[in-house]
C-alpha cells in the first residue's frame, strides 16, 4: 500500500457539508472566476488513491503545476 498523503486524507475524511463549506469559502475570495484552490481539491478528491505524479502531469501546463508545492500546501 502506496504511503498516503495528510491533504488526501483530510479531503476524504470530510463530509459533503464540509466540503461544500470550503468550496463556498474558496469562491468567495474569487468572486465567480476560476479558482485554482477549487479545481485542485475535487482533483485530489476524485482520486480513490493519491498519486502525486498524476497531478502534476494534469497541471504540468497549468499555474498550478508551476506551484504544485505552494498549492497544495
Known amino acids: 500500500m502506496a504511503a498516503l498523503d495528510p491533504l488526501w486524507e483530510l ?3 470530510l463530509n459533503f457539508a464540509e466540503k461544500q463549506r470550503f468550496k463556498s469559502r474558496s469562491y468567495q475570495w474569487t ?3 476560476y ?15 493519491y498519486d502525486e505524479a498524476k ?5 504540468k ?4 503545476g ?6 497544495k500546501n
Open 11 to 13: 479531503i476524504h475524511s
Open 31 to 33: 468572486r465567480g472566476h
Open 35 to 49: 479558482n485554482q484552490n477549487v479545481d485542485l481539491f475535487d482533483a485530489i478528491g476524485r482520486q480513490k488513491q
Open 55 to 59: 497531478l502534476k502531469g494534469k497541471y
Open 61 to 64: 501546463d497549468h499555474a498550478i
Open 66 to 71: 508551476k506551484r504544485f508545492r505552494q498549492k
